[in-house]
């Protein structure tokens, strides 16, 4: 295995897990303001900004595997 693949292995799971924090953060985030419940900075912050971080992580690995197979 090759280190680009390697690093592009890295990037795509940190994709997931980023968006799957982000989507627990948008849960947590409509549950506390529905309890009337004051939102900690944190979880709006990956609430606001985990989906589009992990959307361009992801583009990055899609745009790379297609460059390496029009390489190969």
Known sequence: ????????TVISR????IA?????????TLVLY???ITIPP???AFAV????VAFILAAAVVISNIAKRRNT
């Open 20 to 28: 799957v924090i982000s989507a627990l953060a948008l849960i947590a």
């Open 14 to 17: 940190l994709a997931i897990i």
């Open 34 to 36: 529905f309890q009337n």
């Open 49 to 52: 900004w985990g989906l589009p």
């Open 1 to 8: 295995m090759s280190t680009t693949s390697k690093t592009m």
């Open 42 to 44: 944190v979880v709006m």
